[in-house]
């Protein structure tokens, strides 16, 4: 077949995989034949109407040609490839035209593996491309998907504007520490675990030492969460400080502590709506019979879990969310064997709070915590491995619609010794297959410049064989 591009004649396969780099108001095309070779140059299109447009009327062209299947990849950008990849799969139902989104840290594998020098959205087409054709296996376009909780999206991003609430308030929070810091220092010592709502309410009326001191301590002690004796200690405190505090610095203290109330006002009433839309959903009901678990945390895991029937196992959402260990083995040693922190950190960052609470509250989690400390892990170890398993948990309650039950678990538990009993002794069996197939050219030795951790491990392999 023969395609006529308007720069070339280009012979023309079956199979087109179209690369969509977008950026905010444009996005760049490459289309690549199966085997990499281009069958359109580089181009660039406008992300309004007319540009969708002018890009149906080229995959309308290109199908004329002869073009059967066209696989088309949008490097997913924060959402900024919404439009396009919707625009394709309404556009082209009933072609076909097949559509997926592609995670960026593999288009920028593709790129670092050929060496490129300099990356621009052209270039970033043409690894978009590559990537498709070469990991076809990896990509997802639909064709079997569960359709997605149009609720649940808009909630995730309703909780991504309470996240960046959040993020506000901690910049505030710093940029008051700096300002105490220099002109109030003394107000520190309340400080050790964030700003205390009373210390906010106190800056807002009296935001210098000079102003505590003419307040005094009656006026002090009227405010809400200052004690007499309290009061009498910030005055002391104010007494010891000699730092000359201009008028508009003291205004500028006063308007931080205002905007942080005001961000923790904001941030209560935007969980507690969120709270109020979801609370009524199945899975967040599931969820809130968890010991540990409050309304919070369950719309946020039902949030950003949506269907879990998009998982085919536990380990698999695990691994989504990155909750999974890890680790790294290279020659003779291996290395940080922790939590991977890959994918979506939002649910991570709930799991954590619940897991202090669960490994309270909760009989199962806080069996898990103990043992685990007992085994020397310190906290945060120890608290990963409730996450993990908290996460277990929950992907077992949404798979089959049933309440936290400790007994089920329990039950559960009992089972997976079985099978990691059975999987131990086969893995034992695969090990030694693996090295006989490992060594067939030549048996282990020491006779080598190896070091002496690999010479310890080779004598044992050798001992254990000879046994055997």
Same mark, same amino acid.
């Given at each position: 077949?023969?395609?006529?591009?308007?720069?070339?004649?280009?012979?023309?396969?079956?199979? $087109?995989?179209?690369?969509?780099?977008?950026?905010?108001?444009?996005?760049?095309?490459?289309?690549?034949?199966?085997?990499?070779?281009?069958?359109?140059? $580089?181009?660039?299109?406008?992300?309004?109407?007319?540009?969708?447009?002018?890009?149906?009327?080229?995959?309308?062209?290109?199908?004329?040609?002869?073009?059967?299947?066209?696989?088309?990849?949008?490097?997913?950008?924060?959402?900024?490839?919404?439009?396009?990849?919707?625009?394709?799969?309404?556009?082209?139902?009933?072609?076909?035209?097949?559509?997926?989104?592609?995670?960026?840290?593999?288009?920028?594998?593709?790129?670092?593996?050929?060496?490129?020098?300099?990356?621009?959205?052209?270039?970033?087409?043409?690894?978009?491309?590559?990537?498709?054709?070469?990991?076809?296996? !990896?990509?997802?376009?639909?064709?079997?998907?569960?359709?997605?909780?149009?609720?649940?999206?808009?909630?995730?991003?309703?909780?991504?504007?309470?996240?960046?609430?959040?993020?506000?308030? &901690?910049?505030?929070?710093?940029?008051?520490?700096?300002?105490?810091?220099?002109?109030?220092?003394?107000?520190?010592?309340?400080?050790?675990?964030?700003?205390? &709502?009373?210390?906010?309410?106190?800056?807002?009326?009296?935001?210098?030492?000079?102003? &505590?001191?003419?307040?005094?301590?009656?006026?002090?002690?009227?405010?809400?969460?200052?004690?007499?004796?309290?009061?009498?200690?910030?005055?002391?405190?104010? !007494?010891?400080?000699?730092?000359?505090?201009?008028?508009?610095? $003291?205004?500028?203290?006063?308007?931080?502590?205002?905007?942080?109330?005001?961000?923790?006002?904001?941030?209560?009433?935007?969980?507690?709506?969120?709270?109020?839309?979801?609370?009524?959903?199945?899975?967040?009901?599931?969820?809130?019979?968890?010991?540990?678990?409050?309304?919070?945390?369950?719309?946020?895991?039902?949030?950003?879990?949506?269907?879990?029937?998009?998982?085919?196992?536990?380990?698999?959402?695990?691994?989504?969310?990155?909750?999974?260990?890890?680790?790294?083995?290279?020659?003779?040693?291996?290395?940080?064997?922790?939590?991977?922190?890959?994918?979506?950190?939002?649910?991570?960052?709930?799991?954590?709070?619940?897991?202090?609470?669960?490994?309270?509250?909760?009989?199962?989690?806080?069996? &898990?915590?103990?043992?685990?400390?007992?085994?020397?892990?310190?906290?945060?170890?120890?608290?990963?491995?409730?996450?993990?398993?908290?996460?277990?948990?929950?992907?077992?309650?949404?798979?089959?619609?049933?309440?936290?039950?400790?007994?089920?678990?329990?039950?559960?538990?009992?089972?997976?010794?079985?099978?990691?009993?059975?999987?131990?002794?086969?893995?034992?069996?695969?090990?030694?297959?693996?090295?006989?197939?490992?060594?067939?050219?030549?048996?282990?030795?020491?006779?080598?410049?190896?070091?002496?951790?690999?010479?310890?491990?080779?004598?044992?392999?050798?001992?254990?064989?000879?046994?055997?």
């Amino acid at each position: 077949m023969i395609f006529y591009s308007p720069n070339k004649t280009i012979e023309y396969g079956k199979k $087109g995989f179209l690369g969509i780099d977008v950026s905010k108001g444009y996005a760049d095309f490459l289309l690549l034949g199966n085997d990499t070779n281009v069958l359109e140059e $580089g181009f660039q299109l406008s992300d309004n109407r007319e540009g969708r447009h002018r890009l149906k009327q080229l995959i309308t062209g290109w199908q004329q040609q002869g073009l059967e299947e066209l696989y088309c990849g949008v490097e997913s950008t924060g959402g900024y490839e919404d439009l396009w990849h919707s625009y394709l799969k309404t556009a082209f139902k009933e072609s076909k035209v097949y559509v997926c989104r592609i995670n960026p840290r593999g288009v920028k594998a593709v790129g670092d593996a050929a060496l490129k020098r300099t990356i621009t959205d052209a270039v970033s087409a043409e690894n978009i491309a590559t990537y498709m054709i070469s990991f076809s296996k !990896k990509l997802d376009y639909g064709t079997n998907a569960i359709p997605l909780n149009e609720g649940f999206k808009e909630g995730r991003q309703h909780n991504t504007c309470i996240r960046m609430l959040v993020k506000q308030k &901690v910049q505030l929070g710093n940029q008051l520490e700096k300002l105490l810091y220099q002109y109030f220092a003394e107000m520190l010592v309340y400080c050790c675990h964030g700003t205390p &709502v009373w210390l906010l309410n106190m800056l807002l009326k009296y935001p210098t030492s000079a102003m &505590v001191l003419k307040a005094g301590t009656a006026k002090l002690s009227a405010i809400k969460g200052v004690s007499n004796a309290k009061a009498k200690a910030i005055v002391a405190k104010a !007494k010891d400080n000699t730092q000359i505090v201009s008028t508009q610095i $003291g205004h500028v203290i006063m308007v931080t502590a205002r905007e942080i109330l005001h961000k923790e006002t904001l941030i209560n009433e935007e969980r507690q709506y969120l709270a109020n839309l979801y609370k009524e959903s199945e899975e967040v009901i599931l969820l809130t019979t968890i010991p540990g678990v409050g309304i919070d945390s369950a719309v946020v895991f039902a949030l950003e879990i949506g269907d879990v029937n998009r998982f085919e196992s536990a380990k698999k959402m695990a691994s989504f969310f990155g909750v999974h260990p890890t680790f790294k083995q290279s020659g003779d040693g291996v290395w940080g064997i922790h939590m991977s922190k890959k994918g979506r950190g939002e649910i991570r960052s709930a799991l954590y709070m619940a897991s202090l609470s669960a490994a309270r509250h909760n009989p199962v989690l806080k069996q &898990v915590y103990a043992r685990f400390r007992a085994k020397g892990m310190k906290h945060y170890q120890s608290a990963g491995v409730v996450m993990h398993k908290l996460l277990r948990i929950i992907f077992g309650m949404l798979k089959n619609k049933t309440k936290f039950c400790a007994e089920t678990d329990e039950q559960n538990q009992q089972k997976a010794k079985e099978k990691q009993h059975d999987k131990e002794q086969k893995d034992q069996a695969d090990k030694k297959i693996k090295q006989q197939k490992k060594h067939r050219f030549q048996e282990a030795t020491t006779q080598g410049p190896i070091s002496r951790r690999a010479e310890q491990r080779i004598r044992k392999q050798i001992a254990s064989q000879a046994s055997d």
